[in-house]
């Protein structure tokens, strides 16, 4: 394979050696001083800057390293003075110089190692960027079978590709503070996803990826047409895909009378649903009812009742709840008739009217018709469906910033999606074809609780496809500004990590707990991140790599102005 340029040209030098540790070593950096840089063959040469890139020389090996700090010796400091200058005196800087990896001169292989320390005396050159860009690809082969991601941050001629399992197949995090450039940086990796024709499926609860254009589908999740006119593809997500721990959460009965009769209510309406000859107006009446039909077609249909996304008519629900408020048995105290149900218990139906009241209210809203009313609307889980099987279509962007927080309705339905996509991944269907399930605000979607302590759900769904989707062909992409509330062992099985600026420090100690090749050094660069520009750490790369994300194709829209369109 060989070096891509020479590793060490005297027009770059930089300094000599004095001091060797372990991980660190020391420069003499006789150009420090100079106020403005060189260029050397048409790339700038700092020649002593904090964050430049520099080689070691070696007799089989070039080091690679990162200058973190230059200061001058106590006896020096008072050189640089403008009044001193008269005194001739020269100024001697030091550069401390984080060792990062090893190139073979000869086959240009990169070791993350350092097989070979170097030696007081040996010179240190300013790395050609094309020397550092062969460091971190460790690839060859043709461009367009790469993602394009970035360039380095004083060469914008000097792209940064990677392959796509390299990003994508260990999952990937994109972190960073509001302003950083993290979306941009999701729009950057969807653009290339749609380039290289794969299958994304984007949770967007802001709305500021409506501009993607190319290979992309729009839904809407929640809201309703602004006009006639309103050209935008409105879905539900139907209650039967939400599972009875959702909807408990959602609607919170009580621990003691009703908790159980949301339970009798639900199985009750399922079993209409599949005999519709035990109803009246909907209801299944029990009250001074024989049980045996019941009984009889509950254990013709268990099967059907227990499956996944049983349908039912869930406007009846508070309604249903009466209904199961009966006596055990009928007859009377001294002849009793197990063979029926009781008259009603008024007694438990005074005990459910505030349950009762929170459904009515719930169901019949307006916000929430997307679930409890779709109507018209498409069924999004068949709508996905469709997506995965058209090659139109790279990209599905479910827009959810008019699902309501109320009733945690948005955190519920994004969670009950997720077990939607487990469940497809472990039916063999991303075998051949791989999805990827981009989350935009991930911290809105993880590590919580939903509901009381009687009905307590947790948001685990988008923690499972991390965990345990990579084997099934279905990977998670990760953004979020708020990595202190990931879970750890979410980022832990992240292979990628595209860092933004990030400045509060307990996101800056997360991300290098969870990034096991960030050091302290190159964490320091973390807060003073300019826009666009990250730090690009994963499994598949050598080092820790400054970088600055390249324009995407349809950049997002995250003006304020915008986001209330």
């Known amino acids: 394979m060989g070096l891509p340029t020479a590793a060490f040209e005297a027009g770059r030098y930089v300094g000599s050696i004095v001091y060797v540790e372990p991980a660190v070593v020391r420069l003499n950096l006789p150009h420090?001083?100079?106020?403005?840089?060189?260029?050397?063959?048409?790339?700038?040469?700092g020649r002593g800057e904090v964050g430049e890139f520099v080689v070691i020389e070696g007799e089989t090996q070039g080091i690679l390293g990162r200058i973190t700090q230059i200061r001058l010796l106590d006896g020096d400091r008072l050189t640089v003075e403008p009044a001193r200058k008269s005194e001739a005196v020269t100024a001697n800087p030091i550069g401390s110089v984080q060792l990062l990896l090893s190139i073979d001169l000869a086959t240009g292989k990169i070791s993350r190692g350092i097989p070979e320390h170097p030696r007081i005396g040996q010179y240190a050159y300013a790395a050609h960027p094309d020397l550092v860009k062969h460091a971190i690809e460790q690839n060859g082969g043709e461009a367009g079978k790469f993602v394009e991601l970035a360039h380095l941050p004083q060469s914008p001629t000097t792209r940064i590709s990677f392959p796509?399992?390299?990003?994508?197949?260990?999952?990937?995090?994109?972190?960073?503070?509001?302003?950083?450039?993290?979306?941009?940086?999701?729009?950057?990796?969807?653009?290339?996803?749609?380039?290289?024709?794969?299958?994304?499926?984007?949770?967007?609860?802001?709305?500021?990826?409506?501009?993607?254009?190319?290979?992309?589908?729009?839904?809407?999740?929640?809201?309703?047409?602004?006009?006639?006119?309103?050209?935008?593809?409105?879905?539900?997500?139907?209650?039967?895909?939400?599972?009875?721990?959702?909807?408990?959460?959602?609607?919170?009965?009580?621990?003691?009378?009703?908790?159980?009769?949301?339970?009798?209510?639900?199985?009750?309406?399922?079993?209409?649903?599949?005999?519709?000859?035990?109803?009246t107006d909907g209801l299944l009446i029990k009250a001074q009812q024989a049980k045996a039909p019941v009984v009889n077609k509950q254990t013709e249909h268990a099967a059907a009742l227990r499956q996944p996304g049983a349908a039912y008519d869930i406007t009846k629900l508070a309604d249903q709840i009466y209904e199961e408020c009966v006596f055990p048995t009928g007859g009377f105290q001294n002849n009793p008739n197990p063979a029926n149900w009781g008259g009603a218990d008024v007694n438990g139906r005074g005990y459910c009217?505030?349950?009762?009241?929170?459904?009515?209210?719930?169901?019949?809203?307006?916000?929430?018709?997307?679930?409890?009313?779709?109507?018209?609307?498409a069924d999004l889980?068949?709508?996905?469906?469709?997506?995965?099987?058209?090659?139109?279509?790279?990209?599905?962007?479910?827009?959810?910033?008019?699902?309501?927080?109320?009733h945690h309705t948005r955190e519920l339905v994004a969670n009950a999606l997720g077990h939607h996509l487990i469940k497809l991944a472990r039916r063999g269907?991303?075998?051949d074809k791989p999805l990827i399930v981009a989350l935009d605000e991930a911290h809105q979607f993880l590590n919580k609780s939903i509901g009381d302590e009687f009905n307590r759900v947790r948001l685990e769904s988008f923690a499972l496809i991390a965990k345990e989707g990579r084997k099934y062909g279905l990977h998670a992409l990760l953004a979020t500004q708020r990595p202190r509330d990931i879970p750890e062992d979410v980022l832990s099985q992240m292979g990628m990590f595209i860092v933004h600026r990030l400045i509060n420090e307990k996101d800056r100690q997360i991300v290098e707990q969870a990034?096991?090749?960030?050091?302290?050094?190159?964490?320091?660069?973390?807060?003073?991140?300019?826009?666009?520009?990250?730090l690009v750490i994963g499994l598949d790369t050598p080092m820790t790599m400054p970088v600055q994300i390249l324009r995407p194709v349809n950049p997002p829209d995250s003006t304020p102005a915008a986001l209330w369109k």
């Open 381 to 406: 889980t068949e709508v996905i469906q469709e997506f995965l099987a058209d090659d139109r279509y790279s990209i599905l962007r479910v827009s959810m910033e008019d699902l309501p927080f109320e």
């Open 32 to 45: 420090g001083t100079i106020s403005v840089a060189p260029s050397y063959s048409g790339h700038r040469v």
């Open 164 to 279: 796509p399992e390299s990003i994508f197949g260990r999952h990937c995090a994109v972190l960073g503070t509001t302003g950083g450039g993290k979306s941009w940086t999701l729009a950057r990796l969807l653009g290339e996803i749609a380039r290289h024709r794969g299958k994304a499926i984007l949770f967007d609860p802001s709305g500021e990826f409506r501009t993607l254009n190319d290979r992309a589908g729009h839904v809407w999740l929640g809201g309703q047409p602004a006009a006639a006119d309103d050209s935008r593809f409105f879905v539900g997500f139907p209650h039967k895909h939400l599972s009875e721990s959702d909807l408990f959460a959602m609607f919170q009965p009580s621990g003691g009378s009703q908790s159980p009769k949301l339970r009798e209510a639900l199985q009750s309406l399922k079993l209409l649903h599949l005999a519709p000859e035990l109803g």
């Open 353 to 377: 009217t505030t349950l009762v009241s929170r459904i009515s209210v719930l169901v019949h809203s307006a916000e929430m018709a997307p679930v409890f009313a779709p109507g018209a609307l």
């Open 515 to 534: 990034c096991g090749s960030l050091d302290a050094s190159a964490a320091s660069f973390l807060p003073i991140l300019g826009q666009g520009e990250a």
């Open 429 to 431: 269907a991303f075998k």
